[in-house]
């Protein structure tokens, strides 16, 4: 059982540790009959980009602590090259920002998919906004 | 598309988008995200959002794939998206998709399109805004 990196722990500049994924053909069928998508690009198993980001932020978000009332408010993306069904990634965060604005938090995390050889799929960067904890 | 035709303050085509839970279920699948708030209408119900809504992603996913029709592979290689998340989509909620050209900057190689981005509601809620950019190369 993977333990979750408490929210208290997360820190501008924590590194979590590389989460390792493909995408094989049922989900990539599954996805595209979830968002209707009927492109003939993904006939030749051309994975989605947003399909990739969906499954390294499933990735990521299993590796820390969520609190209630926790909203995924931005969304930044870079798609910068094609990854095929079957292809080894790699996903990369990285705590960019935590600060407490009036009654709530805000934190970002950078987030970058590769291919072993190292080539960058996509690159972006998420922003989450939850209420302040009360002090104990 | 033709890349040629387009032009600053120019609009994009508008896309419409019907939600269905049906797709929020397969999305759900396609993706692992199994949160209560987007498959369970009766645990969605008791919340403060009053039942279920799609995940950010998917109609983030919607736009994508508006994208990738306009711009084809150049949108899966050179795109980019900088979206807020303003307001959930529920189902039976139909999106309005569109877009004002903002910039193009025309050089050797390519050309890079810069848009306005919004998605919003039949009640005309914004859903998502923000930018998109495109990188389009040149044949």
Not at chain 1, 14 to 40: I, R
Not at chain 1, 75 to 82: K, P
Not at chain 2, 88 to 99: E, F, T
Not at chain 2, 116 to 139: H, P, S, W, Y
Request: glycine share 6%; hydrophobic share 40%; with cysteine.
């Amino acid at each position: 059982m993977i333990n979750k990196i408490k929210y208290e722990k997360l820190a501008v500049g924590l590194e979590f540790p590389p989460s390792y994924f493909s995408v094989d053909f049922n989900t990539l069928s599954a996805y595209l009959k979830a968002t209707e998508d009927s492109s003939e690009l993904y006939d030749e198993g051309i994975v989605p980009p947003m399909a990739i980001a969906a499954l390294a932020m499933k990735a990521l978000m299993g590796q820390f602590e969520i609190l209630p009332g926790t909203v995924h408010t931005s969304q930044q993306l870079t798609f910068l090259n094609i990854a095929r069904v079957g292809e080894k990634l790699i996903s990369i965060a990285k705590v960019t920002r935590k600060i407490a604005r009036g009654k709530f938090h805000m934190f970002s995390i950078s987030i970058n998919v590769q291919k072993e050889n190292g080539e960058i799929v996509i690159t972006g960067e998420l922003g989450f906004v939850l209420p302040l904890l009360q002090e104990k | 598309m033709d890349i040629t035709s387009l032009c600053e303050n120019m609009n994009l085509p508008e896309h419409f988008k019907l939600i269905k839970q049906e797709n929020i279920n397969s999305y759900a699948h396609a993706s692992s995200d199994f949160n209560p708030i987007h498959i369970d209408p009766e645990f969605a119900k008791k919340t403060e959002l009053g039942g279920t809504v799609a995940h950010g992603m998917l109609v983030l996913a919607y736009v994508s794939s508006y994208m990738t029709s306009l711009f084809g592979k150049n949108w899966l290689t050179g795109g980019s998206l900088d979206i807020r998340f303003k307001a959930p989509a529920r189902p039976g909620d139909i999106l309005k998709i569109s877009g004002k050209i903002t910039h193009i900057i025309d050089d050797e190689k390519n050309k890079t399109i810069s848009c306005d981005l919004i998605c919003e509601n039949q009640n005309r809620d914004a859903v998502i805004t923000g930018e998109m950019k495109v990188r389009v190369k040149k044949q």
